[in-house]
């Protein structure tokens, strides 16, 4: 286990290398960033002088070189709207953001465990397929169509909650459930299709023909069998969680890396992107690895290896 465990943190900087190379391509394609230091009444000599200094005209490969060397510092520049180094505005934004994605999660294993066992143990009936059809509404659902509609309907109509901001619990429900919505449908389907697999194996006619009611043979048999494919899909989930968070957070203005980013982007502060996107791959890779460790708890079976 602990070779498994120092092999799985030694791929983190392969992983973060591939990342922070997809952003540094992307970013380079998105636009001349030279336009947001000068005017508009710039003149072409001003816009080269200062694209030498920024090191724009260096070819791709050098800027390449010099991005690793400070990546690898922890170094990705100023950010050209605050004027400060990127890293020091992250780390402050990250509690937000991990704080809207464990909700969302516990709203997506509670509500996706519950509609899934429930349609399964009620396979055929009415109850089946209302919980079927609002999994499948779920899993269809755009997050920022999610969002607009509660917000309409909890903030502007009954006045409930609020839309944006962040503060008590209260400013934590409606983005919370618009991340965790989508997620709840995945879980939902993959608990059903669990359970319904399981309850088809020989050994659970087995424990019934032996006598075994059915809430032992459900919590001792059924429950921990499916809780491997459940925990599987919960685990390949929380990248996208993350992920999704940056949708979320822009929509109800939460103050987290998400939203932080996307406003980074709008305004090509390539510093803010570049330091925000390495924070998160280092939290998705992290939380991959004690992913992989439940698995190994839950099913002795699973052996941790190369």
């Avoid at 901001?165 to 299709?193: C, D, K, N």
């Avoid at 998400?258 to 390495?278: H, L, M, S």
Wanted: with cysteine; glycine share 10%.
């Amino acid at each position: 286990m602990v070779k498994y465990f120092l092999y799985r943190v030694s791929l983190i900087p392969l992983i973060i290398l591939g990342v922070v190379t997809i952003v540094f391509i992307i970013l380079r394609l998105s636009g001349d960033p030279v336009s947001l230091f000068v005017g508009q009444d710039a003149t072409p000599a001003e816009i080269e002088e200062v694209r030498e200094e920024m090191g724009f005209n260096d070819p791709m490969i050098v800027q390449y070189g010099k991005y690793l060397g400070d990546v690898i510092r922890l170094d990705f520049g100023n950010s050209m709207r605050y004027g400060v180094p990127a890293f020091n505005l992250l780390p402050k934004r990250l509690p937000a953001t991990l704080q809207l994605a464990s909700f969302a999660l516990f709203i997506s294993i509670f509500i996706g465990i519950l509609f899934g066992t429930v349609s399964a143990l009620k396979q055929g009936t009415v109850l089946d397929a209302i919980c079927s059809t609002i999994t499948l509404i779920g899993q269809g659902a755009p997050v920022f169509w999610i969002g607009v509609m509660l917000i309409l309907l909890f903030s502007v109509k009954l006045k409930l909650l609020p839309a944006t901001g962040a503060g008590g619990i209260e400013h934590l429900i409606l983005p919370g459930f618009t991340l965790g919505i989508f997620f709840a449908a995945r879980v939902a389907r993959i608990t059903r299709a669990a359970i319904l697999d399981i309850i088809a194996q020989q050994y659970i006619w087995t424990a019934r023909a032996k006598g075994a009611d059915e809430k032992r043979v459900f919590t001792l048999h059924i429950a921990k069998n499916a809780a491997i494919s459940v925990i599987t899909i919960i685990g390949l989930s929380i990248p996208s969680l993350i992920g999704g968070a940056v949708m979320t957070e822009a929509i109800f203005n939460w103050p987290g890396i998400g939203g932080f980013i996307v406003t980074a982007v709008f305004n090509r502060d390539y510093a803010i992107v570049q330091a925000g996107v390495v924070i998160l791959a280092m939290t998705v890779a992290v939380t991959n690895i004690v992913v992989d460790f439940i698995y190994c708890y839950l099913d002795p079976r699973i052996k941790l290896g190369r």
